[in-house]
């Protein structure tokens, strides 16, 4: 379906179904379908039907006037005629004019209710398909206009806890006020929606900054009485103060969706160390206390040296020889200790389960055949990873086959003559 005008267009998908719920979204969208359709105003009653009573009356034809050599009767005759013939086609103007008014008339409601049948389920159809645009118009706001309480809550809702940013105010107006015309007639007066609205800017308390709104409210309305108010008289203000402070600068630069005032709060280091306050009460491994002195670090690492000769570390089972390191309860513990649990059933110490490797072979392949060297260690081993052999000289052979171009074979590696 398209409309008249050949500049707009309006396809059946455009026009939205409702079927009992939600009126108040239904009839925004609809307002904007009849428009595009150019029959809004005889949906709301604008534009009328010409009345019967407008019908043009043909005017009467003056009467016969006998044959006579009296002149002056001959020229009363004659004027008379014209006056007819004058008033004929007045008549003939107001019919063409009536009818046209009444068949643009008839089409633009024709139009209107086949965009109601598109519109309404079958059964709300039923109901006002022998009305005219604007009966059915009339109708449908009558029987599910009504607002339910929930939904007046809604809204007022909104405008009562939206909290403005410090981004371009338009959209964030535009939605205020979207929500405010929502509410029944005289619900919310306009100066209590100028003073919800102003409530709702972005303001500080940190005396180390000023609000954008906050000379503003200090001097713009200071001398107006909040009975005043008006808002369309708030909402100029506030776009004003907004184009004066950020207008001139680039998109990029003006202030985000989201961007508030930090209102004198701490510093964002401080929960950080909270967390690891927190963290640290938490963990079951003590901390080591405070960092030692010279003198202690000294006296430490002397007493550590001696008593590592007096009772050198003996690879066995737990409690056999005389050297066992005890780790029951209550037992005397010299050995030193980097970590110790809150527990007291039991010491974590530092020695290691495996020596360390000092020294390991590397095979060597050359034009004069293989040849083994041995090689020392000069730090402490560390696995590789999982997906390698467990010493490095399997590694590195490995990798100077690989270098070579020498395929291994599974349980043995050939050897070049």
Request: one cysteine or more; a positive charge.
């Amino acid at each position: 379906m398209s409309s008249s005008n050949k500049s707009t267009s309006l396809s059946v998908s455009d026009i939205p179904r409702f079927n009992g719920r939600n009126f108040q979204g239904w009839v925004e969208k609809m307002i904007g379908v009849f428009m595009m359709a150019k029959v809004y105003n005889v949906v709301n009653g604008t534009t009328t039907k010409p009345a019967d009573t407008e019908v043009p009356v043909a005017p009467t034809e003056p009467a016969e006037i006998a044959a006579t050599a009296d002149s002056t009767v001959a020229l009363r005759s004659q004027a008379m005629w014209q006056q007819y013939n004058i008033c004929m086609s007045k008549y003939h103007h107001l019919v063409s004019e009536y009818n046209r008014r009444n068949a643009n008339w008839n089409d633009a409601n024709s139009q209107a209710m086949g965009i109601f049948n598109r519109a309404l389920d079958i059964g709300i159809w039923d109901q006002i398909k022998d009305k005219t645009a604007k009966e059915s118009w009339e109708w449908l706001k009558n029987k599910y206009a009504k607002q339910s309480h929930l939904e007046v809550l809604e809204h007022f809702r909104f405008m009562k806890d939206q909290r403005f940013d410090l981004s371009d105010p338009n959209p964030q107006i535009a939605a205020f006020m979207h929500h405010y015309q929502a509410l029944p007639d005289k619900f919310v007066s306009p100066a209590m929606a100028c003073l919800i609205l102003l409530s709702n800017l972005p303001l500080t308390t940190n005396p180390g900054q000023e609000s954008v709104y906050q000379h503003m409210l200090e001097t713009t309305f200071a001398g107006w009485t909040p009975e005043s108010l008006t808002p369309d008289e708030v909402t100029t203000q506030i776009r004003d103060v907004w184009g004066a402070r950020f207008g001139g600068f680039h998109p990029s630069q003006q202030p985000r969706r989201g961007a508030t005032y930090d209102k004198g709060k701490a510093s964002a280091n401080k929960p950080q160390q909270k967390q690891q306050t927190q963290v640290q009460r938490n963990t079951a491994i003590k901390g080591k206390g405070p960092n030692p002195q010279y003198s202690e670090q000294q006296s430490a690492d002397s007493g550590s040296s001696q008593q590592k000769k007096k009772r050198p570390f003996r690879r066995g089972g737990k409690g056999k020889g005389k050297g066992a390191h005890n780790h029951a309860v209550g037992a005397p513990d010299t050995y030193q200790s980097d970590f110790v649990l809150a527990s007291a059933a039991m010491h974590i110490a530092d020695t290691p389960s495996l020596p360390a490797p000092t020294a390991h072979s590397v095979t060597s392949f050359s034009a004069a055949g293989p040849s083994t060297r041995r090689e020392k260690t000069t730090g402490p081993w560390r696995n590789p990873g999982r997906t390698t052999p467990p010493y490095p000289h399997i590694q590195r052979s490995r990798d100077l086959m690989s270098r070579l171009g020498v395929t291994p074979t599974k349980g043995s590696l050939p050897w070049r003559k």
